[in-house]
């Protein structure tokens, strides 16, 4: 690990310990797409899903009713919330790592055919490293999947500026569309540009 991993899991740890009781609430109100995201990967066929960044095991949980039969995995760099996903999710298996290094084969003992960041990777310090690591890591054939927010251009211009200043409170960074096009992504932008939905696909 390095400092700076060293550093940002103090803050995380600091952060969530505070915020996880409230976390689901309130996540409600603003981090949108998260359902729509859900919707979209059952649509597809898999068999194994590991999620970077589950926080409460929230979207794990509501998966796992869904499909059942699948298996499941956390990669989270916050203890605070690995604990509070590791109870609520007692089906799934959980690494502590950050997405930059984490070791998703060891997960579940199988390369994952889907690979989920939900609101996750605008948090991550070197998220070329970790969209690059992730897609190296998923199975022949399998998809790595991004809900995040966007570049927030198609909302007034306060608005956006007041979100952002807010965002950088909690060394949270948009996701630009362009770099996500960079990666070879099929986006799909929500109102305003404030979230975007991410698909990139591993050849076989």
Known sequence: MTPEQSEHRVFLNRYYKAARPIYDVTRKYYLFGRDRAIDDLLATPWSSLIEVGPGTGRNLELLQRRRAWALYGGVEAADAMLERAAAR??????????????????VLGVPPE????????????????????????????GEVYVVD?????GLPRPLAAGLRAWLELYRVTPLEPGWLAAHGADMVLGPGRYYVLARLRRPR
């Open 149 to 153: 927010f966007a570049d927030l251009r």
């Open 89 to 106: 999710c007692p089906w799934a298996h959980f690494q502590r790592a950050f997405a930059e290094d984490a070791d998703y084969s060891a």
């Open 114 to 141: 889907r690979i989920f960041f939900s609101y996750c990777l605008s948090m991550v310090q070197r998220r070329d490293e970790a969209l690059q690591h992730a897609l190296a890591q998923v199975a022949p054939g």
